[in-house]
């Protein structure tokens, strides 16, 4: 099973920098096919999206590309904001599979409602992150896929310690999955995600173990916000990291 986790930033090609946000009328066209010919150039089973532009225009325009122009036909997508990077659109998470999406769920990380005036005076609050839990059958056996975005807590100058209860929803969701055959990837906005989580220390093992963002507030750099998380029952054969027009690689695993 081939899979993979990519932060799309809306495809917007910006970063977000509340103090003085720039947005864009719509998502550029090249970066929507860059999703498609990414994810048929390395054959992904399943692809799992954060900032995933649920609606574009009006139209879920990137879900009908992805379903009509690679092997990725089943999907949920999870939109719960209103798009920071361009005007009128709804962003959130969502799951691509070649495999039948069974038994779906989705949960949203607790959302504290920090809150930040930019340069120009305009008002923002954090934005509601979701969570997608979905099963899928192949080679006789069921797979239990869980992948979300947690809060970015740095545009609100503020760190997830300082409300490390935000995630507790995938903590237990993670806990309660834990004998299944779990595999468990997104982008969790921490360097620290079994602090955070401890109830999952011994549940799970991170597979990545490796910078995948591009920059990061704070002068940070490069540092690992996404991660592959799997417990006992499966098996790494290679993870790999693959450069786009984001400023999060996508992070990729082959798995039994």
Known sequence: MKIATWNVGECAGLTCNLDDQETVTTV???YLNEV???INQNSFDIV???????YIDGEEKLSHQITTQTNLKHYYAYDTYDSYLFHGGRGGVAIFSKYALQNVESTMFYNPDMTKTSSTGEVYHSFN????KAEVETGGKTYTIITGHAMAFAPFDKTEFDFPESYRPLEQLISQNSTKNLIVLGDFNTESIFELMPDIRHLVKDIVKNPTTKNYYENRGEVQM???LINKNIEVLNTYKIDNFSDHYIIGADLT
Do not use: A
């Not at 799992?48 to 649920?54: D, H, K, M």
């Not at 992150?129 to 997608?132: D, F, L, V």
């Open 226 to 228: 996404d991660y592959i």
């Open 28 to 30: 550029s066209q090249d």
């Open 129 to 132: 992150k979701g969570i997608i």
């Open 48 to 54: 799992c999206f954060q900032e995933y532009p649920v």
């Open 36 to 38: 498609i010919s990414k």
